[in-house]
Each structure stands twice: as C-alpha cells, then as structure tokens.
C-alpha cells in the first residue's frame, strides 16, 4: 500500500502504479493499493479533496490516461470512499501476468516504502520475471469478496459444472466444488473472491465485470464482401462455456444456408464446414492475449469469414499445423476441451484444415495483422477462381496434412483435395512447382520420377 493525501501528480502516480503491481506480484499477492486521505507516517485518516474520477491530464479524464500509459493494460478499479465523514479516494491495482508493468517504457518497483526504477535492481528485475512466468490472467482475481448468493445472482455455476460433468447436490457443494477447481477463492473474510476464469467461462453478463468486460466476442455482418455496409453488429454477454453454442449457432447462421434431408432428417447444410468455424473461433478465444484490448471478433462476408483476437501468434502462422501447440491461456483452454468445445490439444487446427479439404474449399489464410491473430476462411469457388497465392497455400497445407499422417503428398492426392479430374494433372503440377519456388514444399527425394514424385513440407 502507498498512502497520501492531497498530492496529486498524474505522472507520480503512473510511477507508483507500476511499482505496487510489480511489487504485489513479487510478493504474491493479488491486490495492490494506492490511498489518498491517509497520511503516510501516521496512517491516520485526515480525508481528501482529491476526487480521480474528475481528474483529467488535458482533455482526456485520468482513469482512461492511466490505464493507456502503462503497459501491459492492468485491471484498475477506482474507489470512493467515506469514513466518519473523510473521503478516502482508492487505486485497487491487479497486477500483470506477463511481464513487468512499465510507465513510458520504465518500470519501477517498492524498496521497503521507496519507490525505485526496476532497472537499478537487476536481482529483483529476474525475479519479478520469473514470478510473472509462473502466473496467468486466468488466476487473477475478477470480483474480490463477493458472497456465495452474488456467485449464483452474477454466473450460472450450476450450468458450468453440469458441463464439466461435476454433480453437486446442494449450493454450498457447487461452491465447495468450484473452490477445489480453483475457480473461486476463500478470501480469509468470510467471502470469496472470483478468479478470471471462472468470469470468463460462466459469467451472464461479461460487461459487468471490469476485468473480462471487453473480451466477449462480438459478431459482424456485412451485406457485400467489404467492411462498408455491415448489416448487423452484435457483442455476446456469456461466458465462453456456458455461451459457446449459441455464438457458433449465431455465426453460422448469418451465412447463406440451404435446408437438406439426411436420414429423413432435415438438417441445415452451409457453404463453410461447421466444424471448421467452431475449431477455429475456439482457437481465437483461447488464444487471444487478454492483456491486449479489443474483443475476439468474427467477420461475417458475402465472400468469407473473418476471426480476429488480440494477441499476436506464438508460433509462425505457416506452423500451425505441425508446431507444437502452445497458448497463453492453458486453463482456459483445458477447461474448453474438458468440456467438449475444442478439440484435444494441438489438434483443432488440423480437424477445421481437414473439414475445409473434404468441401474442396479454398485454403483458409493466417496470419499476423498489427499484434492480432487472423485467419479467413473462404467459401466455396472453384480452381479457376483461386488467385495463385491461394493455390500456393492449398498445396502447402495439403503438404503439411498429409506429412502429419505419414504419407507424402502425391500430385493424385493434391488434384482430389482441390476436386480437379486426373485431366487436370498438369494445372496440379504447375501449382506444385509454384509452392516448391515458394520454399514452402520440396520433393521427397530428388531423384524420383515425375510419375511417381511425392512431396513434404519445407520442414520435414
């Protein structure tokens, strides 16, 4: 805790904002706090003029100018309040999960009640960073003292556990059960307090909770195949578990749909493989870096479909078949599988990559755009539409797919995945030497005949 009265520098208390994060998490604990109305030496509560709600650093108010100025975004929550008639003005300060937090570029950090530049204690800058290693947005803490009967009013736990195939027969087992699933933590007070996870996976209402408030995805439609004239623009409330089917139900049904009859049941057929959208909008929730604004977001065009989620890739877009799964959000994405939402681990990609080739659909494009994670899923046009780009990228996929199943690519099993007759041999070939040009596939021996060549990835 830092105490002060009526002092008031914007820049000060940006420097003292970094340093009691990076303290609080050096020392484990899951709350910082910056107070004004109460005197340093004496700790005794003499009040405030201050008001941060009404303060401003030029025409932007100071709650919005502090939040921008530090990096990463932390969750900071402003708090007013009155003793015996004396205005206590509160910074409550979650610290950052994934580095140390800097104010224009430096960070700072308390030494016993001074505050020092991080940078002058080289021993403390490691730790800090191997505590901030060790810790995830998921465990960070959403909602502080909150009473059981808040957890039932404020998030569908019975729901969340339903899913997750827990039985609790009782309110107090549903707590008792979330609390052994880290979900919920015994605030020492008599109350509990609600881990971002459990925000995240169970919440009725996303943006009521500060934390998580900007994270719930947000869907778009557009009448053409540009972002000029969108037609509907829609930002879900649920928590990814409890809402996950009705956000796919959402997404596929602004596509283009017609009705079909299997098994004398009547089922929706649509231009992307089902399968293939929830793989992947999984992917953007689970993926996304929640110390980054912006909320995951599905693009829906005449043409496409696009998934955005802040965070940049943490392996090259061309490995995201064959590199080793790796995420920021390993509990999330735990419970997501636990659950049935996604694919075991590592393997979603290749299940969307699978579906999309079974349609002969144009390669689905990844990539980074401006610290987000993009991938356009295409609907379906024939060989003569693809750009060369496209087709480069269907063979290389191809190449990978195949690799990850222990069979080389063929120009045979290359024509099926595009829907091309054996007539179409030569175009196949064609597109094979352009993706070999490309570095991105190379023959599986170099002294095989052309009739029975088979290819692999650049890296295999």
Known sequence: MEFKVNKFDPDDVARYVSGLANSAILKGERRAYLAFGIENETHNIVGTAISLKSEKVGNEVFEHWLTRALDPHLNLEFVTIQIEDKTVELIAIDPAYQRPVRYRKDAFIRVDSVLKPLGEYPERERALWLATSSFAFEQGVALHHVTPNEVFSLFEPETLLEMLGVQARSRKSTIEQLMGMGLLIDDRQGRLDVTNLFALLAAKNLST?????????????????????????????LGYA????????HVMT??????????????NKYPIPEIAARELIANALIHQDFTQPGHPTVEVFKDKVQITNPGAPLVDPNRFIDAPSKSRNER?????RRIGLCEERGSGIDRALEAIEKDALPAPLFREVEGSTVVIIYRPGSFAEMSKEGRVRACYQHACLRFESNEPMSNASFRKRLGLPDSQYPQASIVIRDTIEAGLIRPLSEEQANRNARYVPFYA
Do not use: N
């Open 254 to 267: 602004r596509m283009p749909h017609e009705e079909i009859m299997i098994t004398g049941i009547r089922q």
């Open 242 to 249: 409890i809402g996950f089917k009705r956000l796919l139900q």
């Open 209 to 237: 909770i500060p934390s998580v408030a900007g994270k719930a995805p947000r869907v778009i439609e557009y009448k053409r195949t540009k972002k000029l004239d969108a037609v509907g623009d829609v930002t879900g409330q």
């Open 332 to 336: 999330l994405a735990a419970m997501m």
